[in-house]
């Protein structure tokens, strides 16, 4: 979906934006809060308990409106309220996003030889941005590609950035968009990061993150994906 218009783009970067990156934007918003249920979720004291709600494992109405809440917040459909394994694995995800903090690349799996290198680690859905050994930012939670359309895994390069890209199959806006491996790229979004089930391959970020990816990174910086999307 890129411009294809546009000056210095590569032939490889033309064939690419004509493919399927267009989708990356993903699932549309949730759909608007339908009446509570009053039925207890598979997960509900794992739900109470990440939403500080007390843990009695039983549904009530004020378990139900603080669920649903969340589930119209991250685009999780239904959003009746059912602390569900889908609400739950968010949460999850979330939890053990959070407990990696400031070292995400502990495992040492995105290269440390390549100076700067942007690092995706699909199975946490975590990004950052590394120096050697140096963490420079990070780590995000980023949103990418679900079953059928994941990230492609391996050593990218950014070869092309368009801070006003729009889809020219969708005419969906993709604002700091960098390309890094045919039609995939880091952009921002205007829903969750957490929305499943996830983009059509492109790593969604925050608008936040994907401006400061835009000032850090540049076209030639090395870009390395790993791992595996829950669920892909």
């Excluded at 942007?118 to 963490?135: E, N, Y």
Aim: aromatic share 8%; proline share 6%.
């Amino acid at each position: 979906m890129g411009d294809t218009r546009r000056r210095g783009v590569v032939a490889l970067g033309i064939a690419a934006l004509v493919a399927p990156l267009t989708l990356a934007m993903g699932t549309t918003t949730a759909q608007a809060a339908t009446s509570c249920t009053t039925q207890t979720g598979p997960y509900q004291k794992q739900v109470e308990k990440f939403l500080g709600l007390p843990v009695d494992g039983r549904q009530s109405a004020a378990d139900c409106k603080a669920i649903q809440a969340f589930q119209t917040k991250h685009s999780i459909s239904p959003n009746a309220g059912l602390a569900g394994p889908i609400t739950w694995g968010v949460m999850d995800l979330m939890n053990k996003q959070k407990a990696v903090g400031k070292t995400p690349n502990k495992a040492g799996k995105c290269p440390t030889n390549k100076g700067r290198i942007a690092c995706v680690d699909l199975t946490l859905q975590l990004s950052w941005i590394q120096d050697g050994t140096k963490l420079v930012y990070g780590p995000v939670p980023v949103r990418t590609g679900r079953d059928g359309h994941e990230t492609r895994t391996g050593p990218k390069k950014i070869y092309w950035r368009h801070i006003d890209h729009v889809s020219s199959l969708y005419d969906v806006p993709m604002p700091y968009s960098q390309f890094f491996d045919g039609g995939q790229a880091f952009h921002s979004v205007g829903i969750s990061v957490w929305a499943p089930p996830g983009s059509h391959g492109c790593v969604n970020m925050t608008k936040t993150d994907a401006a400061k990816y835009w000032s850090l990174l540049r076209n030639g910086d090395d870009v390395f994906v790993y791992g595996r999307k829950p669920g892909t």
